[in-house]
């Protein structure tokens, strides 16, 4: 059964810090890893990594893929009160349509 | 454009009644994907759509059901509510199979 692990649970930081989340992964016949920001209910897509794409970049947030050793991380540079949310880390293998989720990592940004 | 709608925003039912939720896609997408979102658990596949057709599910009994209409539109059924189905039940939506999800805001199910 694929399987999708995020660390840290939580993480609390100062604005203009800088924040590592990892996502470590056993899947069949890796196709996709996702990134998704909670805020509130609805999840919002950040990033797509393939095997044909291994490293994405968008403003202050960046994410590469290590197919080798089975991990993604995302960095966010110069944090900002608004980045506070909770991460999703998803992966989708063998079972089309149906992406496995990580718990999650709650980041959150003081002032 | 509009981005996956959904609802009800909330709704509340007790054990053994039947729950309906619906919900429209992002225009041009073609599937919907259905997630239970427990409190203290993570996103969890329930149902995916595409075409009309029920494409694969996820690891839950078979009162949980579902279509998907000719306009795209999908509706997930939850038959003799246990308590355990309280949850906040997401809807996505994506232009092939393959593509990066979209999700709505999320229909609130609470289950006395």
């Known amino acids: 059964e694929d399987k999708v692990v995020q660390s840290p649970l939580s993480l609390v930081v100062h604005e203009g810090d800088t924040v590592t989340l990892n996502c470590s992964y056993e899947?069949?016949?890796?196709?996709?890893l996702l990134w998704y920001k909670q805020e509130k209910k609805a999840p919002t897509f950040l990033f797509m990594l393939?095997?044909?794409?291994i490293e994405k970049k968008s403003g202050r947030l960046s994410s590469i893929l290590d197919k080798k050793e089975l991990f993604s991380i995302l960095n966010i540079t110069a944090t900002q009160t608004g980045d506070s949310a909770v991460y999703l880390c998803?992966?989708?293998?063998?079972?089309?349509?149906?992406?496995?989720f990580g718990q999650g990592t709650i980041l959150t940004v003081h002032p | 454009e509009a981005g996956v709608t959904q609802s009800p925003t909330h709704l509340i039912k007790t054990r053994g009644q039947q729950a309906t939720l619906r919900c429209s896609p992002i225009s041009g997408h073609t599937s919907v994907y259905w997630y239970q979102q427990a409190l203290g658990l993570g996103l969890q596949f329930l149902l995916w759509y595409d075409e009309g057709e029920e494409r694969n599910r996820g690891n839950f009994p078979p009162r949980f059901s579902g279509r998907q209409f000719p306009n795209y539109s999908s509706e997930l059924n939850v038959n003799a509510l246990e308590l355990e189905d309280s949850a906040l039940y997401l809807c996505?939506?994506?232009?092939?199979?393959?593509?990066?999800?979209?999700f709505g805001e999320g229909s609130r199910l609470t289950v006395l």
């Open positions: 998803a992966v989708g293998g063998t079972s089309y349509g149906k992406l496995t």
């Open positions: 996505a939506s994506s232009f092939y199979s393959r593509g990066e999800l979209f």
């Open positions: 899947v069949t016949n890796f196709r996709s």
């Open positions: 393939t095997s044909s794409g």
